[in-house]
């Protein structure tokens, strides 16, 4: 399935919770946070929240341990196992940063198995102190998109894998997976034989339902790691087999036998807010 990009959104999509969320709540420092979030962009309050955590004697050890703890559906680490043993090239396009992916991946013994991560650069300073940085540094200039929040537009790393995959000259598809409003934004950019995988009843459904013509690639809406399992795997083998289809026409000059694809699985029609 080398013809096959996989990409994962990953709070709450991957795991269960967003995981800045998810250590600030479990170290205590949740209200803290709460008042200082009017004040600055999400990405600038996280590194100022480590800072706070540094100063209140927590440890990056402390930080590690609450992120090995962080809830995942049971069904999700199969699943990405075996979309990696299709042959399907497995990537992550985060608004979180790369220390907290890598800690859990890792934890979860999943950091082998995704072959790009793009995602907020961040690192642990000579005194101990995470420091996290903004994908986009939008303190020098904006990336343009008024749909997306300053440090990332995700729309615009698809635009850069699109990009690499026409200048190899490779006919792959994408299957995006996301659930937040960020995730609208790249899922615009897909194509008519992609699919998008939006978490119902989660802010990129509902941005969606609003108007679904605006989307080209086929909609297959999941609602937990079950569901995600069933569906992903799913449209992994029906691209196979059209692929298998396609080479075989080819392979016996078929070009003028029409070969049915086989059917996809059913998308959802998702209702149109009028």
Request: charged share 25%; net charge negative.
């Amino acid at each position: 399935m080398a013809g096959t990009i996989v990409v994962f959104d990953f709070d709450k999509t991957i795991i269960e919770c967003d995981s800045d969320n998810w250590v600030l709540d479990e170290l205590g420092f949740t209200d803290l946070f709460n008042q200082l979030l009017p004040t600055m962009p999400w990405n600038s309050l996280m590194d100022r929240m480590m800072k706070e955590l540094h100063e209140h004697g927590k440890t990056i050890e402390e930080i590690v341990e609450v992120l090995k703890r962080t809830p995942i559906h049971p069904r999700v680490v199969p699943t990405i196992k075996a979309a990696h043993a299709l042959g399907c090239d497995l990537r992550i396009v985060s608004d979180a940063n790369m220390f907290f992916i890598e800690t859990i991946l890792e934890h979860l013994g999943l950091r082998e198995y995704f072959s790009q991560i793009n995602t907020n650069p961040s690192f642990v300073d000579e005194e101990g102190r995470l420091r996290i940085f903004p994908y986009h540094d939008f303190h020098n200039s904006s990336h343009g998109c008024p749909r997306c929040p300053p440090n990332m537009c995700k729309s615009q790393i698809i635009e850069k894998i699109q990009a690499a995959i026409f200048t190899e000259g490779k006919n792959k598809r994408m299957i995006y997976l996301g659930d937040g409003a960020g995730d609208y934004c790249p899922s615009l950019k897909l194509n008519e034989g992609d699919f998008v995988m939006p978490r119902k009843n989660f802010p990129v459904w509902d941005l969606i339902c609003q108007n679904p013509m605006l989307i080209k690639a086929k909609i297959h809406e999941w609602s937990d790691g079950a569901e995600l399992e069933k569906i992903l795997l799913s449209l992994i083998e029906t691209i196979s087999m059209q692929e298998k289809a396609s080479l075989f026409a080819a392979d016996y000059n078929l070009a003028s036998v029409s070969v049915p694809p086989p059917a996809l699985p059913k998308a959802f029609q998702v209702p149109v807010q009028l």
